[in-house]
């Protein structure tokens, strides 16, 4: 996430396909396809291993937004997930 954000926001979510991260930030923002470095690039492959997706949109002035998508072992029917 951005150096220079004042705020920075987490939510973590439960939906029926797996989990949804979102990160955001009201940094100065930056062109996605020319940032450096190999963190989004191994998360990418990290989540994609898994089944999972990660987005990042940002733009200059604009803030970043961080997704990622992972989804969840579906349960046996009957299973509560809970332990007897």
């Given at each position: 996430?951005?150096?220079?954000?004042?705020?920075?926001?987490?939510?973590?979510?439960?939906?029926?396909?797996?989990?949804?991260?979102?990160?955001?930030?009201?940094?100065?923002?930056?062109?996605?396809?020319?940032?450096?470095?190999?963190?989004?690039?191994?998360?990418?492959?990290?989540?994609?291993?898994?089944?999972?997706?990660?987005?990042?949109?940002?733009?200059?002035?604009?803030?970043?937004?961080?997704?990622?998508?992972?989804?969840?072992?579906?349960?046996?029917?009957?299973?509560?997930?809970?332990?007897a």
């Amino acid at each position: 996430m951005e150096r220079r954000a004042h705020t920075v926001g987490v939510v973590l979510a439960r939906q029926a396909y797996g989990l949804e991260l979102e990160i955001t930030d009201d940094g100065t923002g930056f062109v996605v396809g020319e940032a450096a470095g190999f963190g989004p690039d191994g998360m990418r492959k990290r989540l994609a291993e898994l089944g999972g997706r990660l987005t990042v949109t940002s733009s200059m002035g604009d803030g970043t937004r961080v997704m990622a998508l992972i989804p969840l072992a579906s349960q046996a029917p009957g299973e509560s997930g809970a332990e007897a």
